[in-house]
């Protein structure tokens, strides 16, 4: 796996014309954040905390399916008595925007390379957006509530390659997990790691301050 720095010319980019992101731990440093949304979920059901093990597996999972997989058989019948305790809204503010972010998307915007968010969020997504200012830089923002089988299906790179009408190899997708690598080779997209160099992947982003001189270099 190569790693993300300003000399490397070893990945032409020539034919780059989009670069898709992943939200949780690419976008946003949100783990603690998602951690304390589910243990309240879980306190309500008289359940203790997650254990690492369902923390790791709720960073990276839609909604829905964290829920199946933290909670009790049967919990749906429980929900409308404590939906209205649950806000996820509270937590934005505490969310960690991803150090030179803003620098990239601002160093993007005026480039032909297309941004788009490929996550398992589902209704918290445009309102983190909006919090963070972030709301012009990416189109479309695909949510787990916008496809039918999200990541680690291919479903959603699919969907945004059809809004961009680009093939596979003219973009690349940004990811932390497991399951990004698996949406991003199912879909044929090449897979960028973020600050895991535990993944297959053909790059590895330490951080974008990185990535931005990298791209300054190697975008025509």
């Not at 949780?24 to 359940?47: A, W």
């Not at 429980?78 to 601002?106: C, T, V």
């Not at 963070?132 to 479309?140: A, H, I, S, T």
Request: proline share 5%; charged share 20%.
């Amino acid at each position: 796996m190569l790693v993300c720095n300003p000399f490397l010319n070893s990945l032409k980019l020539d034919k780059l014309k989009g670069i898709i992101f992943d939200c949780d731990g690419v976008l946003f440093d949100s783990r603690d954040v998602n951690i304390q949304f589910y243990n309240q979920i879980r306190f309500l059901f008289d359940l203790p905390a997650m254990s690492l093990e369902q923390e790791e597996y709720v960073h990276t999972h839609s909604v829905q399916d964290s829920f199946r997989h933290i909670l009790p058989e049967g919990y749906e019948a429980k929900f409308p008595e404590i939906k209205n305790q649950l806000d996820y809204s509270k937590l934005l503010p505490y969310m960690r925007m991803e150090n030179g972010l803003l620098e990239l998307m601002d160093f993007l915007s005026p480039k032909t390379v297309r941004t788009a968010i490929n996550t398992n969020r589902t209704t918290t997504m445009n309102l983190l957006l909006t919090t963070f200012g972030l709301e012009n830089y990416f189109w479309p923002v695909i949510t787990a509530a916008d496809v039918s089988r999200p990541k680690p299906h291919p479903e959603s790179l699919f969907k945004i390659l059809d809004h961009w009408s680009l093939m596979a190899h003219e973009v690349v997708f940004i990811g932390d997990s497991i399951v990004d690598q698996e949406a991003a080779m199912g879909a044929k997209v090449p897979f960028w790691a973020f600050k895991n160099e535990t993944l297959q992947a053909q790059m590895l982003i330490p951080d974008f301050w990185t990535l931005r001189e990298f791209l300054a270099r190697s975008l025509k």
